[in-house]
Protein backbone atom coordinates (compact mmCIF):
# COMPACT_ATOMS: atom_id res chain seq x y z
CA UNK A 1 0.00 0.00 0.00
CA UNK A 2 1.45 3.51 -0.72
CA UNK A 3 1.48 5.73 2.27
CA UNK A 4 3.71 8.13 4.19
CA UNK A 5 4.51 6.88 7.90
CA UNK A 6 5.41 9.03 11.12
CA UNK A 7 6.56 7.26 14.43
CA UNK A 8 5.89 8.16 17.07
CA UNK A 9 1.56 8.95 16.72
CA UNK A 10 1.57 10.61 19.70
CA UNK A 11 4.90 11.42 21.64
CA UNK A 12 4.85 13.54 25.66
CA UNK A 13 7.78 15.15 26.83
CA UNK A 14 9.95 17.61 28.65
CA UNK A 15 11.25 21.08 27.43
CA UNK A 16 14.69 20.58 26.38
CA UNK A 17 14.95 17.18 26.11
CA UNK A 18 16.02 16.02 22.18
CA UNK A 19 13.78 14.30 20.17
CA UNK A 20 13.24 12.58 16.39
CA UNK A 21 10.05 12.02 14.79
CA UNK A 22 10.58 9.77 11.76
CA UNK A 23 8.62 10.00 8.70
CA UNK A 24 8.60 7.27 5.63
CA UNK A 25 7.03 7.08 2.17
CA UNK A 26 7.03 3.72 -0.26
CA UNK A 27 5.98 6.45 -3.11
CA UNK A 28 9.80 6.89 -4.42
CA UNK A 29 8.99 10.57 -4.19
CA UNK A 30 11.36 12.67 -4.46
CA UNK A 31 9.68 15.63 -2.45
CA UNK A 32 9.34 15.71 1.09
CA UNK A 33 8.13 18.26 3.73
CA UNK A 34 6.99 18.87 6.84
CA UNK A 35 3.80 20.47 8.43
CA UNK A 36 2.86 21.87 11.86
CA UNK A 37 -1.25 21.96 12.63
CA UNK A 38 -2.67 24.55 15.07
CA UNK A 39 -6.05 25.75 15.56
CA UNK A 40 -7.23 28.43 13.81
CA UNK A 41 -4.26 28.32 12.08
CA UNK A 42 -4.84 25.48 9.39
CA UNK A 43 -1.13 24.00 8.15
CA UNK A 44 1.98 25.72 8.15
CA UNK A 45 5.25 24.29 6.29
CA UNK A 46 8.47 23.94 8.53
CA UNK A 47 10.70 22.56 5.89
CA UNK A 48 10.84 20.92 2.58
CA UNK A 49 13.18 19.10 0.60
CA UNK A 50 12.66 18.84 -3.17
CA UNK A 51 15.16 16.26 -3.55
CA UNK A 52 18.04 14.20 -1.51
CA UNK A 53 20.49 17.20 -2.14
CA UNK A 54 18.09 20.34 -1.52
CA UNK A 55 16.15 20.95 1.73
CA UNK A 56 15.12 24.55 2.44
CA UNK A 57 13.23 26.28 5.02
CA UNK A 58 9.44 27.10 5.23
CA UNK A 59 7.48 29.06 7.11
CA UNK A 60 8.28 28.57 10.16
CA UNK A 61 11.75 26.50 10.67
CA UNK A 62 12.81 28.27 14.10
CA UNK A 63 13.66 25.87 16.48
CA UNK A 64 13.59 22.77 14.10
CA UNK A 65 16.12 20.50 12.01
CA UNK A 66 15.90 18.04 9.29
CA UNK A 67 18.06 15.68 7.24
CA UNK A 68 17.24 14.00 4.20
CA UNK A 69 19.91 11.21 3.49
CA UNK A 70 17.94 8.71 1.52
CA UNK A 71 14.92 9.23 -0.91
CA UNK A 72 12.27 7.27 1.31
CA UNK A 73 13.15 9.20 5.13
CA UNK A 74 12.49 12.71 5.95
CA UNK A 75 12.82 12.92 9.65
CA UNK A 76 12.20 15.99 11.94
CA UNK A 77 14.40 16.73 15.28
CA UNK A 78 13.62 19.18 17.83
CA UNK A 79 16.87 19.53 19.54
CA UNK A 80 15.56 21.58 22.48
CA UNK A 81 11.81 21.05 22.65
CA UNK A 82 9.84 24.14 23.69
CA UNK A 83 5.75 24.42 25.08
CA UNK A 84 5.22 26.57 21.95
CA UNK A 85 5.91 23.66 19.95
CA UNK A 86 3.15 21.79 21.54
CA UNK A 87 1.62 20.76 18.22
CA UNK A 88 0.28 18.76 15.49
CA UNK A 89 2.83 17.40 12.94
CA UNK A 90 1.74 15.91 9.46
CA UNK A 91 4.73 14.44 7.06
CA UNK A 92 3.96 14.77 3.23
CA UNK A 93 5.04 13.40 0.31
CA UNK A 94 4.70 14.54 -3.80
CA UNK A 95 5.43 12.89 -7.09
CA UNK A 96 7.15 15.40 -9.57
CA UNK A 97 4.26 17.17 -12.05
CA UNK A 98 4.90 17.13 -15.57
CA UNK A 99 6.73 20.41 -15.54
CA UNK A 100 9.08 19.14 -12.52
CA UNK A 101 7.42 21.14 -9.81
CA UNK A 102 5.48 19.00 -7.19
CA UNK A 103 1.47 19.21 -7.35
CA UNK A 104 -0.47 17.54 -4.53
CA UNK A 105 1.06 16.13 -1.57
CA UNK A 106 0.09 13.14 0.48
CA UNK A 107 -0.05 13.17 3.99
CA UNK A 108 0.95 10.95 6.57
CA UNK A 109 -1.19 10.29 10.11
CA UNK A 110 0.22 12.98 12.21
CA UNK A 111 2.15 13.03 15.03
CA UNK A 112 0.77 14.54 18.32
CA UNK A 113 3.54 16.71 20.47
CA UNK A 114 3.20 17.94 23.80
CA UNK A 115 6.16 19.65 25.37
CA UNK A 116 5.81 20.62 29.37
CA UNK B 1 3.03 36.00 -1.46
CA UNK B 2 0.02 33.24 -1.49
CA UNK B 3 -2.66 33.52 1.23
CA UNK B 4 -6.17 31.37 1.65
CA UNK B 5 -9.43 32.67 3.32
CA UNK B 6 -11.73 30.28 4.10
CA UNK B 7 -14.52 32.15 4.60
CA UNK B 8 -16.57 30.06 7.34
CA UNK B 9 -15.23 28.57 10.39
CA UNK B 10 -18.08 26.18 10.77
CA UNK B 11 -21.39 24.82 8.65
CA UNK B 12 -23.98 22.51 10.30
CA UNK B 13 -26.26 21.44 7.71
CA UNK B 14 -29.10 18.72 7.74
CA UNK B 15 -27.98 15.33 6.29
CA UNK B 16 -29.10 14.62 2.71
CA UNK B 17 -29.12 18.70 2.47
CA UNK B 18 -26.66 20.65 0.19
CA UNK B 19 -23.46 22.16 1.02
CA UNK B 20 -21.36 24.71 0.26
CA UNK B 21 -17.56 25.72 2.06
CA UNK B 22 -16.41 28.97 0.67
CA UNK B 23 -12.55 29.35 -0.27
CA UNK B 24 -10.92 32.48 -1.80
CA UNK B 25 -6.79 33.05 -2.07
CA UNK B 26 -4.81 35.84 -3.16
CA UNK B 27 -1.59 35.13 -5.16
CA UNK B 28 0.21 36.98 -7.89
CA UNK B 29 1.24 34.24 -9.86
CA UNK B 30 -0.94 30.91 -11.49
CA UNK B 31 -1.94 28.46 -9.13
CA UNK B 32 -2.91 24.97 -8.30
CA UNK B 33 -5.47 24.53 -6.49
CA UNK B 34 -6.37 22.00 -3.78
CA UNK B 35 -9.31 20.96 -1.56
CA UNK B 36 -8.49 18.31 1.46
CA UNK B 37 -10.63 16.62 4.41
CA UNK B 38 -9.32 15.45 7.78
CA UNK B 39 -11.35 12.94 9.89
CA UNK B 40 -11.10 12.74 13.65
CA UNK B 41 -7.68 11.84 14.50
CA UNK B 42 -6.44 11.26 11.11
CA UNK B 43 -4.57 12.78 8.67
CA UNK B 44 -5.41 14.85 5.56
CA UNK B 45 -6.59 13.15 2.82
CA UNK B 46 -6.96 15.12 -0.96
CA UNK B 47 -9.90 15.02 -2.05
CA UNK B 48 -9.99 17.23 -5.26
CA UNK B 49 -7.78 19.09 -7.24
CA UNK B 50 -7.22 21.87 -9.98
CA UNK B 51 -4.11 22.29 -11.83
CA UNK B 52 -5.20 23.38 -15.38
CA UNK B 53 -7.93 23.20 -18.01
CA UNK B 54 -11.59 22.70 -16.78
CA UNK B 55 -12.62 24.95 -14.28
CA UNK B 56 -14.97 22.55 -12.41
CA UNK B 57 -13.15 19.35 -10.74
CA UNK B 58 -14.81 16.46 -8.94
CA UNK B 59 -14.20 13.89 -6.70
CA UNK B 60 -15.53 10.24 -6.74
CA UNK B 61 -17.38 10.80 -3.51
CA UNK B 62 -19.95 13.63 -5.08
CA UNK B 63 -18.15 17.02 -3.89
CA UNK B 64 -16.85 19.43 -6.54
CA UNK B 65 -15.38 22.73 -7.00
CA UNK B 66 -14.96 24.96 -9.34
CA UNK B 67 -12.12 27.44 -10.04
CA UNK B 68 -13.26 31.25 -10.52
CA UNK B 69 -10.12 33.38 -11.76
CA UNK B 70 -12.17 36.78 -11.61
CA UNK B 71 -13.42 36.17 -8.22
CA UNK B 72 -10.48 34.70 -6.89
CA UNK B 73 -12.46 31.24 -5.25
CA UNK B 74 -12.56 27.90 -5.10
CA UNK B 75 -15.37 26.94 -3.54
CA UNK B 76 -16.61 23.22 -2.94
CA UNK B 77 -20.05 22.19 -3.04
CA UNK B 78 -21.82 18.87 -2.59
CA UNK B 79 -25.92 18.62 -3.50
CA UNK B 80 -26.97 16.04 -0.65
CA UNK B 81 -24.57 15.43 1.98
CA UNK B 82 -24.12 12.08 3.95
CA UNK B 83 -23.57 11.70 8.01
CA UNK B 84 -20.07 10.59 7.14
CA UNK B 85 -19.12 13.71 5.30
CA UNK B 86 -18.77 15.24 8.91
CA UNK B 87 -15.34 16.40 9.00
CA UNK B 88 -12.84 19.46 8.35
CA UNK B 89 -11.98 20.75 5.15
CA UNK B 90 -8.91 22.36 4.14
CA UNK B 91 -8.59 24.78 1.01
CA UNK B 92 -5.03 25.25 -0.15
CA UNK B 93 -3.26 27.06 -2.81
CA UNK B 94 0.49 26.35 -4.31
CA UNK B 95 2.20 27.78 -7.44
CA UNK B 96 5.10 26.96 -9.73
CA UNK B 97 6.83 29.34 -7.54
CA UNK B 98 6.25 28.01 -4.34
CA UNK B 99 8.60 25.13 -4.32
CA UNK B 100 5.59 22.70 -3.47
CA UNK B 101 4.74 23.89 -0.62
CA UNK B 102 0.88 24.66 0.49
CA UNK B 103 -0.55 27.80 1.82
CA UNK B 104 -3.54 26.08 4.05
CA UNK B 105 -6.75 27.90 4.83
CA UNK B 106 -8.15 27.95 8.45
CA UNK B 107 -10.46 24.85 8.08
CA UNK B 108 -14.35 24.65 8.13
CA UNK B 109 -15.49 22.53 10.07
CA UNK B 110 -18.93 20.21 8.55
CA UNK B 111 -21.12 18.84 10.45
CA UNK B 112 -23.90 16.83 8.93
CA UNK B 113 -26.74 16.18 11.80
CA UNK B 114 -29.11 13.20 11.14
Known amino acids: EAQVTQNPRYLITVTGKKLTVTCSQN?????MSWYRQDPGLGLRQIYY???????DKGDVPEGYKVSRKEKRNFPLILESPSPNQTSLYFCASSPEGERGYPYEQYFGPGTRLTVT | AQSVTQLDSQVPVFEEAPVELRCNYS??????LFWYVQYPNQGLQLLLK??????LVESINGFEAEFNKSQTSFHLRKPSVHISDTAEYFC????????????FGQGTILTVHP
Open chain 2, 92 to 103: AVSSPTSYGKLT
Open chain 1, 27 to 31: MNHEY
Open chain 2, 50 to 55: YLSGST
Open chain 2, 27 to 32: SSVSVY
Open chain 1, 49 to 55: SMNVEVT
